[in-house]
């Protein structure tokens, strides 16, 4: 059986990702939330994010568990981070460091080989690479973290296609700060079924 494609994304309840100037104070991440991620991150095969998500987390995370501020969630996450495989899809860089590998595109034929790989699934993050991926049609799940609060600017998650994705709601969670997690899983086959 192959891995499958899971999209982790936060947004405000009306659709951004970041605010105006990449702002990302709006996001409500406490422990509950933080140690929610860790679990669910843990368990995945590998990260695949595009070179802008892939530099901001190697800009962070290597070294977070070193911050005297750095809580108990914060220094399990960095540890995570640096132990997990990751994939960078990019056209510009040669290499990258801390355990990752360089794919120049996004193609039903390199996402297959990458589904086709051992261990367990793979979380793709980032707005343009999730685009590439729902463009073709190669996203498995979508996990939706809605944060409570609308922001009126910024970057929308979601762009406009050319087509619609039905999904089905699977599981729903409340946190106690009021982030609602939404899980959808895919209606019928996957073009990485062959």
Not at 79 to 91: D, L, N, Q
Not at 120 to 128: E, F, K, R, V, W
Not at 152 to 172: A, I, K, M, N, Q
Request: proline share 6%; charged share 20%; aromatic share 8%.
């Amino acid at each position: 059986m192959r891995r499958r494609i899971i999209l982790s994304v936060s947004v405000s309840v009306d659709g951004y990702f970041e605010g105006p100037d990449h702002d990302l104070s709006w996001n409500l991440v406490d422990d509950e939330v933080h140690t929610h991620f860790n679990r669910e991150l843990a368990r995945m095969g590998g990260f695949l994010s595009g070179r802008v998500t892939h530099e901001l987390m190697a800009s962070v995370w290597p070294t977070a568990d070193q911050d005297p501020d750095a809580d108990g969630p914060m220094i399990e996450f960095a540890g995570i981070w640096r132990a997990m495989p990751k994939v960078v899809f990019s056209r510009t860089l040669d290499r990258a460091d801390w355990n990752t590998t360089v794919v120049r595109e996004v193609t039903p034929e390199s996402i297959a080989a990458l589904a086709a790989g051992p261990g367990g699934d793979l979380c793709l993050s980032g707005a343009n690479l999730a685009e590439s991926f729902l463009a073709q049609d190669l996203i498995d799940e979508f996990r939706i973290y809605v944060h409570p609060v609308v922001l009126g600017r910024g970057t929308l998650f979601f762009s406009p296609t050319e087509h619609s994705t039905p999904l089905t709601l699977v599981d729903s969670h409340r946190f106690t700060n009021g982030v609602t997690l939404l899980h959808y899983t895919r209606n019928g086959p996957s073009p990485l079924d062959g």
